[in-house]
C-alpha cells in the first residue's frame, strides 16, 4: 500500500464532477494525530461502485444536519463512478459548494468488523447507510440507543423528548447501525476480542459478528444481565457509555418499519402524523433490509421517506427515479 496516498474529497476534482470514474486511494492516516476533532464514518462494503439514492440520502442528511465537522464515505470498491447516479454529482456539487465534509476513500474491512476497528482506531461516529439524520449529533458522546425486540410503550415529558434515567429497561441489544465511541474505547476493544474467538469465516455466522455482538459484549463488559436507558461515568474515560432510549435513532421498531414507515395503498398520512413520529429523533433508522423491496414515489400520504427526503436530504430526493 502506498502509504504517501491522500484522502479524496470532491473539492479536487478538476473537471466536472458528474462525468467521470475515480480510482479510490486507502484510507490511510499517515499522522496518528491528524484526524483530530468529531468525526462521522460510512462504510460501502457490497462492492458497488456508487451509491443508491436513499444511500446518498444518508450522506447528504448528515452533512447537513449532524454539525460533525469531518465526514468520511469508505468503499470496498476501489472505484466508484459518479456519471451513473445524478444524485452522487449533487452530494459532490453540495457538499463542496456549502459544507465541504464530504470525503471519499477506498476501504477493505467488511461493515460489521470494520466500523468496531474504525472507531477504536480514530474515535467518532459510525453510521449505516440507511440513517437519515435530522438533528445535530455534535453533544453525543460515548453513546449507544438501546434496541428493544418487541416495541416498549413510555410516557415522553410534555414536549421536552426527555426521559428519565432507566425508564426504557429489560433490553439486551444496543443497535450497532448508529452509534459514537471515542478513541480507544475499552468496549470497542472488547467487542473486537469476542469476534477474533468466535468468528468462523467459514460458516459466517451474522450473530458472531453482526448487530447481536454488541448488546451480548456490553452486557458482559458493564456486568448486567439486561440493559437500561442510563449513563455510565469511569475514572478510566475510555470506559464511560450512555445507553440512549431507543426512540433516538428509531422511532420504529425494526419489526414494524415495514408497516409504520410504509403505509401501502390504502395510507392516509399527513405531514403532522410523519412530525409527531420524528419529534423526538436525531436520526431515522430505515432498515433497509427490511424496506429497500419498497418504492419511494413522492406520496407523502404513505410513504415517510416521501415526507423525511426533500427535508434533509433534497439533492437526492430530487433523483425520484433512482431513489
Known sequence: MNKSLKTFGYGQLKTD???VTINLPYFENENGNSLGGQQLFFLETSGARGLSGRQVCSVESAALHSQIGRIHLLFKSTQIDLNKRKSMCELGKETNGKTERAEIHGETHYSSIGRLALLYKYGGFYLDLDVVILKSLENMNNVFALE???PLHYKLEQDRCKMKPAVQTGVADI????????KGHQLLWAAMDYVNKSYNPVTRIRGEAGPGVMGKVARKFYGYDKLSNIKLKFQNDQKDIEFLHSWVFTPVNWRDARQRLWLGKGGNSTPEEWEELSRCCHGIHFYSNRTKQ??????VKRESYSYFGPKFCPKAFKDLENF
Not at 443497535?175 to 471515542?182: R, T
Not at 419498497?294 to 406520496?299: A, D, E, L, S
Open 175 to 182: 443497535n450497532n447501525g448508529h452509534f459514537h465511541l471515542s
Open 17 to 19: 464532477p458528474c462525468n
Open 148 to 150: 428493544p425486540d418487541r
Open 294 to 299: 419498497f418504492k419511494v414515489t413522492g406520496n
